[in-house]
């Protein structure tokens, strides 16, 4: 695959420094530049093409909440974003930006590495999708569907799926028969409009699960087979509460 061609973006030096040098690590990522502030990245932009942008939040001038609501962020456009930054508070206004990654400082390597490979496999489908047609799910009345990723048309057994992790545009399906999650080009509302809704329950604005996969739940999170966690959305408590409810033994 062509190399990702990505900023690193920090007020603090030393914080750009470790931000730059993981970059390098890793094979796939180009750094194309090395920017102080938020409005240094628009000057980078603007002369050049870039993929992803790996930045902090709290920054002056322009925060990095702020720069991202100005990019293009519509449907398969703009760079693919991960923030990078020591206030925790700042993640569900995050993923409003539509980021695929929130990285906690002080953060590792592995941690930043797992997030890289989310940017590698959201820029894979979107070089696919620029020669393809617009995906469509299709199904039939057995509990299949099927989906088109990375230049194939995928069967699926819905009796498989543990979950369906949301990221930007794109969707992770995690199926306990298959080593690697798929991962296609589409909305959490498609998907659902093709899943039963006796069997599977949107718990958060990110996840959709397999009920029968569900092992146990506890602190608002549903732990599914093969340890799998999930986090349970306010929006979505009350619902899942009542489904937990119509299934309890009680004396």
Do not use: W
């Amino acid at each position: 695959m062509n190399t990702i061609k990505c900023i690193a973006i920090d007020d603090e030096p030393l914080a750009l420094k470790k931000l730059a040098t993981y970059i390098s690590k890793i094979p796939y990522l180009d750094l194309v530049a090395q920017c102080h502030s938020a409005i240094e990245a628009q000057q980078v932009i603007s002369q050049q093409e870039v993929d992803a942008i790996f930045m902090d939040i709290n920054m002056p001038d322009l925060n990095g909440l702020d720069f991202a609501k100005s990019l293009n962020q519509e449907h398969s456009k703009g760079p693919i974003l991960v923030f990078t930054t020591a206030y925790s508070e700042y993640a569900i206004e995050s993923f409003k930006a539509n980021t695929v990654g929130y990285l906690l400082k002080p953060y590792g390597f592995d941690e930043f590495e797992a997030a890289a490979q989310k940017v590698k496999d959201i820029h894979e489908i979107r070089q696919q999708a620029m020669n393809e047609a617009p995906l469509q799910v299709t199904h039939d009345d057995d509990g299949i569907i099927y989906v088109k990723s990375d230049y194939r048309i995928v069967r699926i057994d819905i009796n498989h799926i543990r979950y369906i992790e949301a990221m930007s545009e794109y969707l992770r399906i995690s199926c306990d028969d298959r080593p690697k999650p798929v991962i296609v080009l589409l909305s959490m509302k498609k998907i659902e409009e093709h899943l039963p809704s006796s069997r599977f329950m949107r718990i958060h604005r990110s996840f959709i699960i397999n009920l029968n996969k569900i092992c146990e739940v506890k602190k608002n999170h549903v732990i599914l087979e093969g340890d799998a966690s999930m986090p349970i959305g306010d929006n979505y408590k009350d619902a899942f509460v009542n489904y937990l409810n119509s299934k309890m033994l009680t004396k």
